[in-house]
Antibody, heavy 117, light 110 residues
């Protein structure tokens, strides 16, 4: 079964850090572009970041550039998102997903990050 | 990286057709044939419905179709069914290797 499982979300204070993980199974992770997409409560989907197959190319949305870092461990079939200098507006469900161009499939179930004091 | 523009809501009766528009610019929708559409039910992850403007993944009913003209992409759902009620999002590749989603459209089946 093709599956993505996110973990690492939780409550963090403004200015704090958090690292999200996304464990992949059922498909060839090492040959798949991977992405993070977030959704604030009651709001729409927002693309956050993507990484190529060997981790050598990473792209970020302007809203997280310089604060978030996407990475991957192909040996562990795991995607990461290191989030630093967190702000209230980063509060969202964070989804990992796989795909080239904009063909995102599959998606994980999401992990909730809440930034609040 | 401005969000693509979608109507906030659309509605239709069972059996009818509805079209959801997705307006972008010459730097995203108009520049690339990499537009996809996602269906999202409350509390669930998005589901891919259309990719590369008009291609349907296996398992998606052929009632769902996509198209593009200029800077605007469209998702058409024909033979509307109650189970189609959900939020729909478009997504496009954009300049500087980024991607952008639309604001989302709530489809109500009357």
């Amino acid at each position: 079964e093709v599956q993505l499982v996110e973990s690492g979300g939780g409550l963090v204070q403004p200015g704090g850090s958090l690292r999200l993980s996304c464990a992949a199974s059922g498909f060839t992770f090492s040959t798949s572009w991977m992405h993070w997409v977030r959704q604030a409560p009651g709001k729409g989907l927002v693309w956050v970041s993507r990484i190529n197959t060997d981790g050598g190319t990473t792209i970020y949305a302007d809203s997280v550039k310089g604060r978030f870092t996407i990475s991957r461990d192909n040996a562990k079939s795991t995607l990461y998102l290191q989030m630093n200098s967190l702000r209230g507006e980063d509060t969202a469900v964070y989804y990992c997903t796989s795909g080239a161009s904009t063909r995102f499939d599959p998606w994980g179930q999401g992990t909730l990050v809440t930034v609040s004091s | 990286q401005s969000a693509l523009t979608q109507p906030r809501s659309v509605s239709g009766s069972p059996g009818q057709s509805v079209t959801i528009s997705c307006s972008g610019t010459s730097s995203d929708v108009g520049a690339y044939n990499y537009v996809s559409w996602y269906q999202q039910n409350p509390g669930k992850a998005p589901k891919l419905m259309i990719y590369d403007v008009s291609k349907r993944p296996s398992g998606v009913p052929d009632r769902f179709s996509g198209s593009k003209s200029g800077n605007t992409a469209s998702l058409t759902i024909s033979g509307l069914q109650a189970e189609d009620e959900a939020d729909y999002y478009c997504c496009s590749y954009a300049d500087t290797y980024t991607l952008v989603f639309g604001g989302g459209t709530k489809l109500t089946v009357l």
